[in-house]
């Protein structure tokens, strides 16, 4: 069971646009930024957003980042076949047991 | 540009010590926390700890009591130890630079993510 909750899929045609919810407490999202990966099968997961959204450089900006509370938000516009991939969000768990903490993870399925 | 590189044994038998190390190429090492995550087959990320330059490391409270992570600044490279193995630890083992970095001019991190990862290392406890 992840900490943070995350639609297990979406689904989207080529073109249009989908979002990616991530849902946490007051302890991790709630005071701390959030952060978004992009992981294609096989390889290494990729930093999408930092800082709830701010994107690194080489990151197209069809890839957003919003918050608001205790959720955040991917958002990916124009999507294309090479979005298909695994979205995971992350943030830090100010708590007593203090730590990284991921989403489960949301597949990303282009139509 | 900063580079992970990391290695380790890939095939462990249940009661082992995995061992992993990830060296930083290009970049300081100063100034970040330095991580390692793993992931199970068909399954999500975890995070395993995290270090600094000066040693100060966090663990998850999950796996605290058989993890360890040390430093060796003088080789920029950074080390993970997970001990009494069993097929639940099978996965696929990242190092990467973040989640937390400095901020600038001052001993206090926060959260940012992480930015550069290593190319994984498949992991398997099998008898």
């Known amino acids: 069971q992840s900490v943070l909750t995350q639609p297990p899929s979406v689904s989207a045609a080529p073109g249009q646009k989908v979002t990616i919810s991530c849902s946490g407490s007051?302890?991790?999202?709630?005071?701390?930024?959030v952060s978004w990966y992009q992981q294609l099968p096989g390889t290494a997961p990729k930093l999408l957003i930092y800082?709830?959204?701010k994107r690194p450089s080489g990151i197209p900006d069809r890839f957003s980042g919003s918050k608001s509370g205790t959720s955040a938000t991917l958002g990916i516009t124009g999507l294309q076949t090479g979005d298909e991939a695994d979205y995971y969000c992350g943030t830090w768990d100010s708590s007593l047991s203090a730590g990284g903490v991921f989403g489960g993870g949301t597949k990303l399925t282009v139509l | 540009q900063v580079q992970l590189q990391q290695w380790g044994a890939g095939l462990l038998k249940p009661s082992e010590t995995l061992s992993l190390t990830c060296a930083v190429y290009?970049?300081?090492?100063?100034?970040?926390?330095w991580s390692w995550i793993r992931q199970p087959p068909g399954k999500g990320l975890e995070w395993i700890g995290e270090?600094?330059?000066?040693?100060?490391?966090n663990y998850n409270p999950s796996l605290k009591s058989r993890v360890t992570i040390s430093v060796d600044t003088s080789k920029n490279q950074f080390s993970l130890k997970l001990s009494s193995v069993t097929a639940a630890d099978t996965a696929v083992y990242y190092c990467?630079?973040?989640?937390?970095?400095?901020?600038?001019?001052?001993?206090?991190?926060?959260?940012?993510?992480?930015?550069?990862w290593g190319q994984g290392t498949t992991v398997t406890v099998s008898s």
């Open positions: 800082e709830n959204n």
């Open positions: 290009g970049g300081s090492f100063s100034g970040y926390y």
């Open positions: 270090i600094n330059h000066s040693g100060s490391t």
């Open positions: 007051s302890s991790n999202i709630g005071n701390n930024y």
């Open positions: 990467a630079r973040g989640p937390r970095i400095a901020v600038a001019g001052t001993n206090r991190y926060y959260y940012y993510g992480m930015d550069v």
